[in-house]
């Protein structure tokens, strides 16, 4: 029989336990669009790691952990099992660097042809004319494709913006421009008919992103320039509210 998963108040004591882990790839030589070496394809994780339990107790709280919403997957180890609670991936762009953009994005997921409007070859290293004086303070742009959270860690007072903004501060730490394009990807394809759920969902989605200083910008991109204080300032209010 499968545990129910725990209430959400009872997945707030468990948040000081997750590890954030990082995973990174680029190409030192640029054989394809796909592979400049310029760009950084990077992905993070959320885990919660449950060690062998010690006692009955230790091991009824376990297997609550191991109920279905509660993790995104599971990896088992000898003596753990890894629970992958949030996951966030994207894309790096050196545009000092980088030979061609528009390939470098096409030549990837559909999902990132949605961030062909953050360029133009009018402006400045090919970024949009209306995002130039973001390269005031480097020529880095970082795409975030994907982030999704396990139901059981929603609805729990900031806990998925809490991960963005803890991961955003190593993936982003160089960059001169962040952009996402908020879309409730957990919406099964065969439901994404319903227009008045996808738009809900949407408007629900893109709250999350501007609570943490990004901005629209076109065509449902959104974007954040880490320079400024809006994002820095969302952080602090959110970790005010959050403790880990």
């Known amino acids: 029989m499968t545990a129910a998963a725990p209430a959400g108040a009872a997945l707030l004591p468990s948040l000081h ?55 995104l997957s599971r990896t088992a180890h000898d003596d753990s099992t890894e629970l992958t609670v949030f996951s966030m991936s994207g894309l790096t762009l050196d545009l000092w660097r980088i030979g061609r953009i528009y390939d470098s994005l096409d030549a990837r997921d559909s999902d990132y042809e949605h961030f062909a409007g953050l360029f133009d070859s009018s402006g400045d290293l090919g970024l949009h004319p209306d995002l130039d004086e973001c390269l005031v303070t480097g020529t880095q742009v970082v795409i975030i494709d994907r982030a999704r959270i396990a139901p059981a860690w929603r609805g729990l007072g900031g806990v998925g913006r809490l991960l963005i903004a803890r991961m955003l501060r190593w993936t982003s730490v160089h960059a001169t421009l962040v952009a996402t394009h908020p879309f409730p990807i957990d919406i099964p394809v065969d439901e994404r008919d319903d227009e008045a759920r996808v738009l809900r969902e949407k408007a629900a989605v893109q709250r999350t992103w501007e609570s943490l200083g990004f901005e629209p910008f076109r065509e449902d991109l959104w974007v954040m320039t880490p320079h400024l204080r809006d994002h820095e300032d969302a952080v602090q209010r959110l970790e005010a509210t959050t403790q880990p």
């Open 17 to 71: 336990r997750l590890q954030l882990r990082f995973n990174s790839s680029a190409s030192l030589v640029a054989m394809d669009a796909d592979d400049d070496p310029a760009t950084l394809e990077w992905g993070c994780r959320a885990v919660l790691p449950l060690w062998e339990a010690d006692d009955e107790e230790e091991a009824a709280a376990n297997q609550r952990l191991l109920a279905q919403d509660v993790s």
